[in-house]
């Protein structure tokens, strides 16, 4: 009935955290895909030891490739009707599973499911119970945050997450959840996470170099090309100042070309000018800028 897949690379000790959690609480039916992101500590001595359990599948990189492709691989691999999407430093909640299985058979008709985070209570603090979340409230920003994600398989198979970046899964998401809209956001935490780990991949997407500005201009390129529609229409504020942000990271990427194709999104007159000003500048001079307001921020 339901698939877990999970992403790792080089992180054998919180894997076996997260395997072993959800062990305790395996029932006929569940499936774990477990991929492995060409690992060079001992996450492939650990996964071994698992071929004693023959509902837990492991696939292993050829090299590194990024957790965009590894879900990939692990969603065309999934058989159950629904996959559950879990962080090598995830670990579930006692009977979560359980919980989450019994949610999904009381509502038949729902194919996205939403669980809480441990640490990610804030989200939910106002709900009683579950409630239905709509498409164009994750464009509008009327709710935000991170989940545990319980998705029809089907859906997943049809929208794969985009392999050419090592991170921003939302640019899939978003795609995702306006297939599934409405989504079923159920008051109940299932999962923890370890924070602050000097391997996150939020570390890796500081603009603190040329390469995390290029690849942030890239996928806010890419963003804009697949939801300035819906952002017009929901979050015109998006098309207006934060629109100018990619911008100036295309500037510092020397990407001019690519910021005046970006400029036709813009729904103001004002963020017409301002932008063609932004890109008169010396990409050399916006770049430093970024970085060093980057490092002064930690962003």
Not at 5 to 19: D, K, T
Not at 87 to 107: F, G, R, V, W, Y
Not at 190 to 210: E, P, V, W, Y
Request: with cysteine; glycine share 6%.
């Amino acid at each position: 009935m339901i698939s877990i897949v999970i992403p790792s690379y080089n992180r054998a000790s919180s894997l076996q955290n997260c395997i072993e959690s959800i062990i305790l609480q395996y029932y006929e039916g569940l499936e774990v895909i477990v991929i492995d992101d060409f690992s060079t500590d001992e996450t492939r001595l650990y996964l071994q030891k698992l071929s004693q359990y023959p509902f837990i599948k492991t696939i292993y990189n050829k090299e590194n490739r990024g957790v965009n492709y590894s879900r990939n691989r692990g969603i065309e691999a999934s058989a159950g009707k629904f996959i559950l999407f879990l962080d090598s430093d995830d670990a579930l909640m006692p009977e979560s599973l359980h919980q989450i299985k019994k949610t999904i058979e009381d509502n038949c008709d729902t194919i996205h499911f939403l669980f809480v985070i441990a640490d990610k209570v804030k989200y939910v603090k106002n709900l009683t119970g579950p409630a239905q979340v709509l498409y164009q409230d994750w464009i509008s920003g009327a709710i935000s945050g991170d989940f545990t994600h319980v998705v029809i398989a089907s859906t997943m198979k049809k929208y794969l997450f985009f392999e050419e970046f090592r991170m921003f899964e939302h640019l899939n998401w978003l795609r995702v959840k306006k297939e599934t809209s409405p989504q079923l956001l159920v008051p109940v935490i299932t999962t923890q996470c370890q924070r602050g780990r000097s391997d996150s991949l939020t570390h890796s997407a500081k603009l603190i170099s040329g390469t995390a500005i290029r690849s942030k201009f890239e996928s806010q390129k890419l963003y804009y090309s697949l939801y300035h529609t819906d952002l017009n229409r929901y979050n015109p504020g998006s098309l207006s100042h934060k629109l100018i942000e990619t911008i100036l990271l295309g500037v510092a990427s020397k990407q001019k070309k690519d910021c005046r194709m970006l400029l036709q999104y813009a729904g103001k007159w004002y963020v017409k000018i301002a932008g063609h000003m932004a890109i008169f500048l010396p990409s050399v001079f916006v770049r430093f800028a970024i970085i060093q307001y980057a490092g002064l921020k930690g962003k």
